[in-house]
């Protein structure tokens, strides 16, 4: 019987002697290539703003109201209008700023506003009839001199807890350091002037106090006068201290 390859009705047939000399008669049929994966939709990007802008501004108006009624600018000194910076503006926003940066993973930053937002509810509070701090120094609604030498325990205080801030923040920026080197005076001469009342110790506390009010504005328009919302020019320098990554130190 001879052996004939050819074409049968469209099929190649291969004699044995075709066969052998295809290598690839004998082999293991081959699986088609996997196909790569579709790529998966990129997971959408939450941007989330910094928050310390806010908070400086909050920081620095309640000063800037105080101060100014320290100095007694237009003849107003009875401190009460301080309230309402306070409490309605400092000390809300700086307690939700202080929120924002912890969960930001912002310890330091979430210290000093969530702190600084219980003192401006605070200081608010001591001028509050409801509360009644005033009255319980007082005789025959006559404030007393107790009162005054309370206040002034209170601002030094937080004279003392705004110096450790101050120390904590010399790896910070510029404008963090001098807002609280000037606030750790500033409260200083205030509560100096409760015990022993000097007209240049008040006077010294409201100009250290507007000090602190500057540096806490540049710091708040440096960082959100930003290349989207204003011009090159206009814009603030941050005047970061330390650029080393904080984690190495």
């Not at 001028?127 to 005054?148: D, R």
Request: one cysteine or more; charged letters at 10%.
């Amino acid at each position: 019987m001879s052996e004939k390859s050819g074409n049968t009705e469209g099929v190649t047939v291969l004699t044995r002697g075709d066969s052998r000399n295809n290598g690839h008669y004998f082999s293991h049929p081959t699986s088609p290539e996997p196909r790569a994966a579709p790529p998966q939709p990129a997971a959408p990007v939450h941007q989330i703003g910094d928050p310390t802008p806010l908070g400086m501004l909050a920081y620095g108006t309640v000063f800037l109201c105080s101060s100014l009624l320290t100095l007694g600018v237009g003849g107003v000194t009875t401190p009460n209008l301080v309230l309402v910076f306070a409490m309605f503006y400092g000390g809300i926003s700086q307690t939700l700023v202080g929120m924002w940066e912890f969960y930001l993973g912002h310890t330091f930053a979430a210290t000093v506003f969530a702190t600084y937002g219980g003192f401006n509810f605070s200081y608010g509070a001591l001028y509050l009839p409801e509360i009644g701090l005033a009255s319980a120094y007082s005789v025959n609604g006559v404030v007393t001199e107790e009162f005054t030498h309370a206040v002034g325990i209170y601002l030094a205080i937080w004279c003392l807890i705004t110096g450790l801030f101050f120390i904590g923040a010399l790896r910070t920026t510029g404008p963090i350091v001098w807002t609280l080197g000037m606030t750790v005076i500033a409260l200083a001469c205030l509560s100096a002037n409760c015990f022993n009342v000097d007209p240049h110790l008040g006077t010294a506390g409201g100009a250290f106090g507007l000090a602190a009010t500057a540096g806490a504005y540049y710091g708040a328009l440096s960082g959100f006068y930003s290349r989207a919302s204003t011009f090159e020019q206009i814009r603030l320098p941050p005047v970061v201290l330390a650029y080393s990554d904080p984690q190495s130190a």
